[in-house]
T-cell receptor
Framework: AQSVSQHNHHVILSEAASLELGCNYS??????LFWYVQYPGQHLQLLLK??????LVKGIKGFEAEFIKSKFSFNLRKPSVQWSDTAEYFC????????????FGSGTQLTVLP | EADIYQTPRYLVIGTGKKITLECSQT?????MYWYQQDPGMELHLIHY???????EKGDLSSESTVSRIRTEHFPLTLESARPSHTSQYLC????????????FGPGTRLTVT
C-alpha cells in the first residue's frame, strides 16, 4: 500500500533559523505531491504542489520543496522561519490518474520561538 | 480562501444518537471527500464522491454513510454514534479535470460520550 512518511513529529526552531521537513513516499509510479499547512484554528490549506516539470517548486510565504525522484522524497524548506510559521505541516501524495487517492503523512508540528 | 463549509464545528453527543455532519461547497467542484483524523495522526479517507449520485468508500473502513444528491452538498451520517467514533472529520472538494488539489473545510470535532 502507498504510504507517506514524515520523520519529524515536532520541530522547534528559533526565528530566522532554516527549516527542512522531510517527506518520503513509497509509490514508484507517477505521483503528484503536495504540502498542506494548518495554522492554529484554521483550515488545512495548500502550501505548494508538484505535478511535473521543474522539481524545485515554490509555494506561498517563502516555502519551497524539492522533488527527488530517486529518493522518493519531497522535502519542504524555508530559509528563514518566522513566528507566524508555527503550524502543522502535512505532506500528501496522489498517484497520477487516481483523483481520490490523496494519501497523507502523519504531520509535523512546527513551533517557532520568537 | 476556499468556500467550503462544515457544520457543526464541535459536537458532543451521547452513545446511540443519530448524527449528520454537514458539508457544503460553493465552488462547483465535482469531487468531494470525507477524511477522519485522530489527534497527531494522518488524515484517512473514509468516503468520496465523483459527482451527484456517486459515492464510494475510502481506504479507512467507517460505519458512517454519505449521500450526494446535490453537487454542493455532501453530508455524512452516523446512524448510532459510539465512543469509537470520536474524532475530527474533515470535508474536502476538488475541481473537475486533472487538478488533484483538494480544498478543505474547517472540520467537525465529534465527541461521543
Amino acid at each position: 500500500a502507498q504510504s507517506v512518511s514524515q520523520h519529524n513529529h515536532h520541530v522547534i526552531l528559533s526565528e530566522a533559523a532554516s527549516l527542512e521537513l522531510g517527506c518520503n513516499y513509497s509509490y514508484g509510479g507517477t505521483v503528484n505531491l503536495f504540502w498542506y499547512v494548518q495554522y492554529p484554528g484554521q483550515h488545512l490549506q495548500l502550501l505548494l504542489k508538484y505535478f511535473s516539470g521543474d522539481p524545485l517548486v515554490k509555494g506561498i510565504k517563502g516555502f519551497e520543496a524539492e522533488f527527488i525522484k530517486s529518493k522518493f522524497s519531497f522535502n519542504l524548506r524555508k530559509p528563514s522561519v518566522q513566528w507566524s510559521d508555527t503550524a502543522e505541516y502535512f505532506c500528501a501524495v496522489n498517484r497520477g490518474g487516481s483523483a481520490r487517492q490523496l494519501t497523507f503523512g502523519s504531520g509535523t508540528q512546527l513551533t517557532v520561538l520568537p | 480562501e476556499a468556500d467550503i463549509y462544515q457544520t457543526p464545528r464541535y459536537l458532543v453527543i451521547g452513545t446511540g444518537k443519530k448524527i449528520t455532519l454537514e458539508c457544503s461547497q460553493t465552488m462547483g467542484h465535482d469531487k468531494m471527500y470525507w477524511y477522519q483524523q485522530d489527534p497527531g495522526m494522518e488524515l484517512h479517507l473514509i468516503h468520496y464522491s465523483y459527482g451527484v449520485n456517486s459515492t464510494e468508500k475510502g481506504d479507512l473502513s467507517s460505519e458512517s454513510t454519505v449521500s450526494r444528491i446535490r453537487t454542493e452538498h455532501f453530508p455524512l451520517t452516523l446512524e448510532s454514534a459510539r465512543p469509537s467514533h470520536t474524532s475530527q472529520y474533515l470535508c474536502a472538494s476538488s475541481a473537475p479535470g486533472g487538478s488533484y488539489e483538494q480544498y478543505f473545510g474547517p472540520g467537525t470535532r465529534l465527541t461521543v460520550t
